[in-house]
């Protein structure tokens, strides 16, 4: 929703506001840059102005006391605690780096393009032919982007163009990726002519495989051979296996103590009190 209210209009001003919350003088300069060009995320969606002074309003020097204190802190940066519209305006942010990461992906061709009917399933016949291109699956703060290609030299040159404006982009909006072990992974599937080759310069000395994020000195994208992405796992030899343990062990904790009461006292009802047993499978 743009500066706060206590920030001058002036350029300098500006400036001089974005360096006391912590950006560097180049970060600013692409802030001050962004904002005179497109304007205010909230503008951009067309948001009344009215209620974006309202938003903005409640983000403008928000403070906070403890109890017991003679003293109060003000919030410098991000929103405030517990704030409803925190989910919504982190959405806002987050959708104009991904808008442009799709611009800059589209634009060097790397997208997945699907060819469909526009009529259902069972009269396909009858509608017409349609294109959708598809790039990426985004939930929250999670983000899923898939590429496809006809060989291993052109699915890596694929990664490295997506790696490259992922970083740029996302640093470009002050996002900063984690890119450690279980954070930011990848799944990467060879086949065809070079995938021994191509398997063995992504390894790594650890002796797991990752590929180097462009730009970055020792920074890898590491590579696993299943992921789990909106709590469903998926493996890349396309087994259902981790899916089939991760329903089993919440049944398997849920009815082992179950069945061992049972059985325990199924052994004793052979021999002592079988009316006890006949009332606790009753129950």
Known sequence: FGFPQHVG??????????????????????VLEYLNEHG?????????????????????????????????????AG?????KLGASIFNCCYALALVQLISALSAEGIVTRLHYQSSPFWCADEGTAC???ILDVAFVDD???????TSPKLIFRAINILLTHLQRV??????????????????????????????????????SYGIQIPGMHE???????????????????QSNMRYVRQRAQPATGAYAPLASKV??????????APEEFVQTVTA
């Open 263 to 272: 059985q325990s006292v199924w052994f004793r009802a052979d021999r002592h």
């Open 143 to 149: 983000l899923g982007i898939v590429l496809f290609a």
């Open 79 to 83: 929103g405030r605690q517990g704030c």
């Open 40 to 76: 205010p995320a909230f503008k951009q969606m067309n948001v009344p102005e009215k209620l974006t002074a309202l938003i903005c309003a409640l983000h403008s020097k928000s403070w906070f006391q403890v109890e017991g204190s003679t003293t109060f802190g003000v919030t410098a």
């Open 170 to 207: 996302f640093t470009d909006h002050l996002m900063k990726i984690n890119y450690a072990k279980g954070k930011t992974e990848g799944l990467l599937l060879l086949r065809g002519h070079g995938t021994v080759a191509a398997w063995d310069s992504l390894r790594m000395p650890d002796g």
């Open 219 to 237: 920074t890898y994208l590491t590579l696993v051979d299943w992921y789990k992405h909106l709590g469903c796992p998926i493996q890349s030899n």
């Open 9 to 30: 209009p002036s350029a300098a001003e500006r400036v001089a506001y974005l360096l006391s919350i912590g950006l560097t003088s180049v970060q600013a300069a692409w």
């Open 131 to 133: 294109d959708q291109d």
